[in-house]
């Protein structure tokens, strides 16, 4: 790869921004689902997301591990144990990416 191009694409990474939403912990409190807005400028539209991580982890300058929507969503997550979460409230939203594991948590959905 030049030089130009790799300088190109990290900069395409760095242009986007994660705006949190809300979180919430596992009943344990070692791990959270953390839901952002991710913003990659003009030419992307605006989305809702999902990541789960441990609890001390900070949310990374990267898309959602979980889950990927189209558009603003009123996202309720619930954890029902430690290593299962309930996502609800995406409606009819087009989907990206919807994962049913995420490390050791168990992904449900519901709209």
């Known amino acids: 790869m030049s030089a130009a191009l790799a ?13 949190i939403a809300g979180n919430t912990a596992s009943p344990s409190g070692r791990t959270k689902a953390v839901e952002f807005h ?11 997301q999902v990541s789960v991580l441990p609890m001390a982890a900070q949310l990374p ?15 309720q997550m619930r954890w ?4 299962s979460l309930l996502i609800e409230g995406s409606g009819s939203a087009k989907v990206f990416k919807q994962e049913s594991w995420v490390g050791e948590v168990k992904i449900s959905y519901a709209n």
Do not use: H, Y
């Open 7 to 19: 300088m190109l694409v990290a900069g395409c990474e760095s242009a986007c921004e994660n705006e």
């Open 38 to 48: 991710r913003n990659c400028g003009a030419t992307t539209g605006f989305n809702t």
């Open 61 to 75: 300058d990267e898309g959602g591990n979980a889950l990927v929507i189209e558009g603003s969503a009123p996202l």
């Open 80 to 83: 029902i144990s430690d290593s």
